[in-house]
């Protein structure tokens, strides 16, 4: 399998994901409030979370890259992904992250973010990246702004509710000083 590297901010380590991550990881797919705005919005109970778990894995040792486990330095905690996605019928690279519920609105998807976009501008030479949004998702919303998204479009992607894509211009240094 690909190398996956582990990339360190001020108060996070982004590592690969592990069985040693499945339970809190499966945890939290099965909660609704975390899968509200991602696929079709519904929980996933733990045998379609190992198999997302896998997944996420996979893309690393087909695309080089892919999402990364989410761990506190100070405790080793695992409080969620964030990482890059391009699967098959995806519009383009995708910057992706999902915080548990108690972890949320602390910075942490910003942090991670930040980490992230550095790794693909300089690590992977991308040369566009997008989020996709969906409406009303107002916490990724202003996670996507924080990074420097710039809104592009609005669309439907395979069959779901709308979503705002935004475009991460290359360059971080302004937004993310602390990644």
Known sequence: MSDIPILETKRLRLTALTDRHFDDYAAMLADPASTRWIGDGQPLDRSNAWRSLAMLLGHWQLRGYGMWALELK???????????????????????????????????????????????WRKLRARRIISMVRIGNEASDRVAERLGGEHIEDMDFYGCHNHVFAY????????????
């Open 74 to 120: 100070s405790t080793g905690e695992f409080i969620g992904r964030a990482g890059l996605m391009y699967p098959e019928g995806w519009p383009e690279l995708e910057l992706g992250w999902m915080l548990k519920p108690e972890y949320r609105h602390h910075g942490y998807a910003t942090e991670a973010g930040c980490a992230v976009l550095e790794f693909a």
């Open 168 to 179: 991460y211009p290359p360059t971080i240094e302004s937004r993310c000083a602390y990644a």
